[in-house]
């Protein structure tokens, strides 16, 4: 919409009258200020019609209109809302069709109607053939090199500059790919999730993620602050244009040991003045107690453990080793009692749990219960690791406090029935215990408190004073880690005033509440709750009869143990493990024998125990036992024969006909993994059987990937394909994360 700048009709009026009108008690002014709002309201409906004859600016609905105009097939939308996700499909049609059947045409309609990356391989190119000396191919060496382990690893990857023998099969085969009609879409379905220190403008730096310990004398560690191995990944650069390919920095792909040291080594050797990988936008930084590690004195190399036990270290000071495929780096002896924090990215299929995707939609439906209007602002305070932000002056953005045990004793000697709101803006980690009054949370008489994970930066004044403002608080690119527990302690408030805990975007080790302590309505969103080492342990634990209600949104969690609340329940978009191999379902993940539950579009790895269900789009890979049979229904979901439910609505178990084919084999769903430290746990593999790929409500897929719209991408990659790529050309859709 045009940024109109409206005058008020009362300016326009003569001075003489504005005199008069003054003596009148102002009824002109009254008048004209209502007439003024009307106009607006005119005025912004008048910039909107203008706005909706382009396809940047227009409104969602507007755009089948628009696609109908310059002949654009329909697509399928591909976005959680559903609406405006595929704008960028129908603003670039025409330049697909002047450039139809192009590798690069190709390309870009495939990432704009499918929301992933992807890289067009013509495989006839990789052919070893007798050569042209008047047309030599010097990037296609029919021999590898014995020199580069890389390369023979990434030999079947889309940016290898392998030779192949001709082969004859399918074009998304593995064995016979490599032939002259074929052409392959490599697709990467996983985004990186970005954990960078994060820089403001207009506070500078705010703090980085703080790494895991292996060694107990901090000189090796983990990048991840859960302690988990991860692969480091390539943060994509945007891609702008259509006339240009993409290229390896366009993409999430992980990183190679031998790519990065043999550009650090130019670097240091100055053979190499622009980097590819530590330029401008390094793919991982790290600092010792505040100062930035140059890239000179980076080294990338296999921090493996040898047969020994032991792991190399750097001999000088202010080095650093890091091994990018095990997530791993190493200090010297006199560096590593420093604090360390890194920034890097690792692949993740989907938005749940406790990241640093953006969250403010979620922020927005709940700021609202904190922020109401007509009423004083809630009690608020900063928590970050950065002394030089620490402060109690108000002039000075404070109060702002180093751990969240303090912001949490503070918050305890405030008055009943308040509300209030604790901002953790870093991604560091908080190992010490949380020690309020009598070691909890106190939420007495109807006290209501949020606890999230979200940028807020202060705003310099002139007169040097600094400002934060609730309204500039951004939940997004940090995710500190709460490594202790939390324990609550509440006392009921009024009916129209429950007593309530919010947690936003952390992760963290698990929750308690003690029996007749326990909160009215606990909200966990977009949170890692209960992870253990490498394992999920328990999450939630409440062994009283209180009544609870409790919504979780979006989150990764491990065992719910609730066995004599009566509690609401309610879970979406989730996952829920507990234990070693969750997949088999053998371990209970859900215990609430007296609690209503409502489940839509979570992925359960373990048994699950309740009063009664409503349960939609979702997969139980354990048995699922309901006391109350006559009421609820389970909806286009998967659970195993033997679960006792209320009635099912075109739901699969395994003993159902997969895709029509009755061939006596069982059905389960098959994960990436179901090991919390891989990029791929909880994800359908994609040839998990169709039933359960596209058995959710309007042929999605069941469980916790719902909201990706795998199917629907993939239908739409399909239409492209025909559409846009050469003519004659067997066109193959290649998952790199297989």
Request: overall charge negative; hydrophobic content about 40%.
């Amino acid at each position: 919409m045009r940024d109109r700048r409206s005058t008020p009709l009362f300016d326009a009026v003569p001075s003489y009258l504005k005199l008069r009108d003054g003596q009148d008690q102002r009824a002109l002014e009254a008048l004209t200020a209502l007439l003024t709002q009307e106009l607006q309201v005119v005025e912004r409906d008048v910039d909107q019609l203008y706005d909706n004859w382009f396809v940047e600016t227009c409104e969602p609905w507007v755009l089948p209109y628009i696609a109908e105009v310059v002949g654009a097939r329909p697509m399928r939308e591909i976005g959680p809302d559903r609406a405006g996700q595929l704008r960028a499909y129908v603003a670039n049609v025409l330049q697909y069709r002047q450039a139809k059947g192009t590798a690069a045409a190709l390309e870009q309609v495939s990432r704009d109607v499918t929301g992933w990356p992807i890289v067009a391989v013509e495989f006839f190119k990789h052919l070893t053939m007798a050569e042209n000396v008047n047309h030599l191919r010097g990037l296609r060496p029919v021999t590898a090199s014995v020199r580069r382990a890389d390369q023979p690893q990434r030999a079947h990857r889309p940016f290898s500059k392998a030779a192949h023998l001709p082969a004859a099969g399918r074009a998304d085969g593995f064995s016979g790919r490599f032939n002259i009609p074929n052409l392959g879409l490599f697709v990467w379905t996983r985004s990186a999730q970005p954990l960078f220190p994060v820089v403001s403008e207009k506070d500078g730096y705010l703090g980085g993620p703080t790494p895991s310990l292996i060694a107990s004398d901090g000189s090796i560690r983990r990048f991840d602050p859960l302690g988990r191995d991860v692969a480091l990944v390539n943060l994509p650069e945007p891609d702008t244009t259509i006339a240009d390919r993409v290229s390896p920095l366009k993409v999430p792909e992980p990183l190679q040991r031998q790519a990065l040291a043999e550009e650090l080594d130019g670097l240091r050797d100055g053979s190499i003045t622009a980097p590819q990988w530590f330029g401008e936008r390094p793919v991982l930084r790290v600092r010792l107690d505040g100062d930035e590690v140059s890239a000179e004195n980076l080294f990338c190399c296999n921090l493996a453990e040898a047969s020994d036990g032991s792991v190399r270290r750097p001999s000088n000071a202010g080095h650093v080793l890091f091994d990018p495929v095990l997530g791993r780096l190493s200090l010297s002896a006199s560096d590593k009692e420093k604090r360390v924090e890194t920034g890097f990215a690792h692949g993740l299929a989907m938005d749940v749990g406790g990241g640093p995707y953006d969250r403010r939609a979620s922020l927005e439906r709940w700021w609202g219960d904190f922020f109401v209007p007509g009423e004083a602002d809630p009690w608020l305070i900063g928590v970050t690791q950065r002394a030089e932000l620490q402060t109690d002056n108000p002039d000075l953005g404070g109060p702002v406090v180093g751990t969240l045990r303090e912001a949490v004793e503070r918050w305890n000697a405030r008055a009943e029935g308040s509300r209030g709101v604790i901002v953790l803006f870093d991604s560091g980690t908080y190992p010490e215990a949380i020690t309020g009054t009598n070691g909890t949370i106190d939420l007495s008489n109807g006290a209501r408190l949020a606890i999230v994970a979200a940028n807020w930066p202060g705003v310099p004044l002139p007169d040097g004073t600094v400002f934060r403002s609730p309204d500039d608080v951004s939940p997004s690119l940090c995710r500190p880690f709460i490594a202790s527990r939390i324990k609550v302690r509440a006392s009921s408030g009024a009916d129209d005033q429950p007593a309530r805990l919010l947690l936003s975007g952390l992760a963290l080790k698990d929750v308690r509440m003690d029996p007749g302590e326990a909160v009215d309505q606990l909200d966990i969103h977009d949170c890692t709750l209960g992870f253990d080492g490498e394992v999920f342990g328990e999450a939630l634990r409440c062994l009283g009869d209180d009544g609870i209600r409790l919504s979780i949104e979006r989150c990764m969690l491990g065992r719910i143990w609730l066995p004599n609340s009566t509690t609401s329940l309610s879970i979406s978009d989730s996952v829920l493990a507990f234990g070693p191999q969750p997949s088999l379902g053998k371990r209970v993940a859900l215990r609430a024998p007296r609690s209503d539950l409502e489940m839509a579009r979570c992925t359960v790895l373990g048994q699950t125990e309740a009063r009664a269900v409503e349960v939609e789009d979702s997969i139980f890979a354990g048995r699922v036992t309901v006391a109350f049979r006559q009421t609820g229904c389970v909806r286009f979901s998967y659970a195993t024969s033997n679960s006792v439910i209320p009635r099912r609505y075109r739901c699969v178990d395994e003993n159902s006909d997969a895709d029509g084919v009755n061939d006596g084999r069982k059905r389960f769903p098959e994960f990436v993994s179901d090991d919390f430290g891989r990029p791929g746990f909880a994800e359908l593999t994609p040839g998990c059987t169709k039933d359960i790929r596209e058995g959710a409500e309007g042929n999605l897929e069941m469980g916790v990937g719902n909201h990706l719209r795998v199917p629907a991408r993939l239908a739409n990659l399909r239409d492209a394909i025909t559409e846009y790529a050469p003519f004659g050309m067997n066109c193959g859709v290649i998952f790199v994360e297989e």
